[in-house]
């Protein structure tokens, strides 16, 4: 049986679709504490950096970029402005290879100590979603934004 890509049920039931960039499922993290976009590459069994090839890694690291121009307009559009961008790439939980753009700024909750662990995420409200993904939808080069 040909196995078919699927983002991990984990990650899943903590973000929302963004849209479809060429290498990675764009997701906002559903913790509205931070403008925050989780890159998920579209290979199968991908659980770290060398096991996409050299070119999906540069095309990774092309969309962290775009995903950073998305998450600061996320941000701006949230009231809530960028001034640091935090990316990662932790996996020790969620095994699937994905990588975390999160906006920081000096007054948010967690600063300038890591957003992982801190605290318990705050929903979304539905509006705010919408609003963030209308932001993020241009910086994304127009992709797919219904999941």
Same mark, same amino acid.
């Given at each position: 049986?040909?196995?078919?890509?699927?983002?991990?049920?984990?990650?899943?039931?903590?973000?929302?679709?963004?849209?479809?960039?060429? &290498?990675?499922?764009?997701? $906002?993290q559903?913790?509205?504490?931070?403008?925050? #976009?989780?890159? /998920?590459? !579209? *290979?199968?069994?991908?659980?770290?950096?060398e096991?996409?090839?050299?070119?999906?890694?540069?095309?990774?690291?092309?969309?962290?970029?775009?995903?950073?121009?998305?998450?600061?307009?996320?941000?701006?559009?949230?009231?809530?402005?960028?001034?640091? &961008?935090?990316?990662?790439? $932790?996996?020790?939980?969620?095994?699937?290879?994905? #990588?975390?753009? /999160?906006? !920081? *700024?000096?007054?948010?909750?967690?600063?300038?100590?890591?957003?992982?662990?801190?605290g318990?995420?705050?929903?979304?409200?539905?509006?705010?979603?919408?609003?963030?993904?209308?932001?993020?939808?241009?910086?994304?080069?127009?992709?797919?934004?219904?999941?």
């Amino acid at each position: 049986m040909d196995k078919k890509f699927a983002v991990d049920p984990a990650i899943l039931s903590t973000s929302e679709f963004l849209g479809g960039l060429r &290498l990675c499922e764009a997701r $906002l993290q559903a913790d509205s504490r931070f403008p925050w #976009v989780v890159l /998920v590459p !579209r *290979r199968i069994g991908a659980r770290e950096l060398e096991h996409l090839s050299p070119a999906d890694r540069a095309r990774l690291m092309e969309e962290i970029i775009l995903a950073g121009a998305a998450v600061r307009a996320i941000g701006a559009a949230l009231g809530k402005p960028v001034e640091k &961008l935090n990316v990662g790439a $932790l996996g020790n939980i969620t095994p699937q290879l994905h #990588v975390h753009v /999160v906006g !920081r *700024r000096p007054d948010d909750p967690a600063w300038p100590g890591p957003v992982w662990g801190f605290g318990e995420p705050k929903p979304y409200l539905e509006a705010r979603i919408a609003q963030a993904r209308s932001a993020a939808a241009d910086l994304l080069g127009g992709v797919n934004t219904v999941a």
